[in-house]
């Protein structure tokens, strides 16, 4: 079945340092590619998404690239801030049924 | 706009109580989720709804877990008995047909 495996946790970063989390799926046919974050007591909100290969996701400073031939999702994002502290969760969704998949979510601390 | 609401936020019960989580969703999205998220790991889930009608519950145990959306808007997620193994976060999430989820912030259920 479908799977999404994201690098462990927790990563920790001084301020404006380079990001990565890197996030590889296994999936029939073609999937969308989400990335989640969750900050401390809140709900899980959408950060990016890519629907197609190629695709480039974008928000917040924090990017994503879908890659077919690697099967890969990485997030990135150039300068970190201390406000980007969360957990960050992978995903992909298959078919038309709308069901996700997630990675087991990757803390992020941001040290000022 | 309100965003996914989900009560209560925390619950603590004996094994072998019943428990039960309410889920209200974003007015006018008809399709509604249930995840669970155990500790350090991604959401699962549980169930989906559109409207009234449960159109995959495969990953419900329904010995002990059951769910209900009479009238197609919120929505009650039941467990009886609870076991200890059932502490975990409740999530659900809502969406326009299969387009984005919209996650609420949790019930975080422990079973003493």
Known sequence: GNSVTQMEGPVTLSEEAFLTINCTYTATGYPSLFWYVQYPGEGLQLLLKATKADDKGSNKGFEATYRKETTSFHLEKGSVQVSDSAVYFCSSSSGNTGKLIFGQGTTLQVKP | ?112
């Open chain 2, 1 to 112: 706009e309100a965003g996914v609401v989900q009560s209560p936020r925390y619950k603590i019960i004996e094994k072998k109580q019943p428990v039960a989580f309410w889920c209200n969703p974003i007015s006018g999205h008809n399709t509604l989720y249930w995840y669970l998220q155990n500790l350090g790991q991604g959401p699962e889930l549980l169930i989906r709804y559109e409207n009234e009608e449960a159109v995959d519950d495969s990953q419900l145990p329904k010995d002990r877990f059951s769910a209900e959306r009479l009238k197609g808007v919120d929505s009650t997620l039941k467990i009886q008995p609870a076991e200890l193994g059932d502490s975990a976060v409740y999530l659900c999430a809502s969406s326009s047909e299969l387009a984005e989820q919209f996650f609420g912030p949790g019930t975080r259920l422990t079973v003493l």
